[in-house]
């Protein structure tokens, strides 16, 4: 099974510390690297400044509503950059309105997931998100966008917590 990497980009620390610890009890992640703000974040994965040297992740996962432009712009900085463009990008936000989820996913956010309010539920996630996570990797030979959807498809609705209706997106 493949393992992997992560950025995780959040401005809350209790946030981060219960996603990262969520993330490190599952079996698929390798290891996860933190950043507090957007700006944080680009140093990372454009690999300047003090993170000259580490590797790139290759999953992200942001929280939407931030200090210094928010996750909007991390989305925004990863599809305009070639090399960065197919990383897959999970928004986890608490935010339910229709027209934010709809933003992320018109910039190019691969899933949009609403934090949940308790730990267990938060466990549970990241292990969903694992098994999403090896079915992008089995489909290797497929597009990027092509191979999350496979997996996707089939699990939006309940992890979103959204009734059939309010969800339509083509893969």
């Known amino acids: 099974m493949p393992r992997a990497e992560i950025l995780l980009v959040d401005d809350e620390p209790g946030d981060r510390l219960l996603i990262k610890n969520a993330l490190n009890t599952t079996s698929w992640v390798k290891s996860v690297r933190t950043a507090r703000n957007p700006l944080e974040a680009a140093q990372i994965l454009y690999r300047t400044g003090p993170y000259a040297?580490?590797?790139?992740?290759?999953?992200?996962?942001c929280d939407l509503h931030?200090?210094?432009?928010?996750?909007?712009?991390?989305?925004?900085?990863?599809?305009?950059?070639?090399?960065?463009?197919?990383l897959p990008?999970?928004?986890?936000?608490?935010?339910?309105?229709?027209?934010?989820?709809?933003d992320c996913y018109k910039m190019g956010a691969h899933i949009y997931l609403r934090k949940p309010t308790?730990?267990?539920?938060?466990?549970?996630m990241m292990e969903e998100l694992g098994s999403f996570w090896t079915r992008v990797h089995a489909?290797?030979?497929?597009?990027?966008?092509?191979?999350?959807g496979i997996w996707w498809h089939d699990r939006k609705r309940d992890l979103l917590g959204l009734p059939k209706s309010s969800y339509s997106r083509s893969l």
């Open 53 to 61: 040297k580490v590797s790139l992740p290759n999953l992200i996962i």
């Open 66 to 86: 931030m200090p210094h432009g928010g996750g909007l712009s991390v989305l925004k900085s990863l599809k305009t950059h070639r090399k960065l463009r197919e």
């Open 89 to 102: 990008i999970v928004m986890f936000s608490t935010c339910a309105e229709s027209s934010s989820i709809g």
């Open 118 to 124: 308790d730990v267990t539920t938060l466990v549970k």
């Open 139 to 148: 489909k290797a030979q497929l597009p990027l966008r092509k191979r999350m």
